[in-house]
């Protein structure tokens, strides 16, 4: 199994930022009924003021050619379209678990 897990940095007013995630996460959350080689998904907003990153999304798939698929995927890419122009930075970590 591995978990890839995401980070999303926003650019926009805190209140653009939050809607931004928002609507992010919840196309995000439609995704295992969607892609069947997503096992799982989990997307938390940040609720810290003190911090400068808006969303993190931890997904999981057997293997690391399932998350590609997942990337892959049009649902997927529809997802992602939701950030365009807002995504100010990313990270990303993948591990077997």
Known sequence: MVR????????GTPAQRKSVAE????????LPQKIEQLRSIEVGIN???AETW???LIAEADTL???A????HP???EAVAIIAGHKAARACVDYTL
């Open 65 to 67: 050619e399932d998350v």
């Open 47 to 49: 609720e810290n003021p």
């Open 23 to 30: 609507s992010f996460r919840n196309a995000l959350l439609e």
């Open 4 to 11: 890839h897990v995401v980070t999303f940095q926003f650019s």
């Open 54 to 56: 808006d969303l993190v």
């Open 69 to 72: 698929i997942y990337s892959a």
């Open 75 to 77: 649902a997927h890419q």
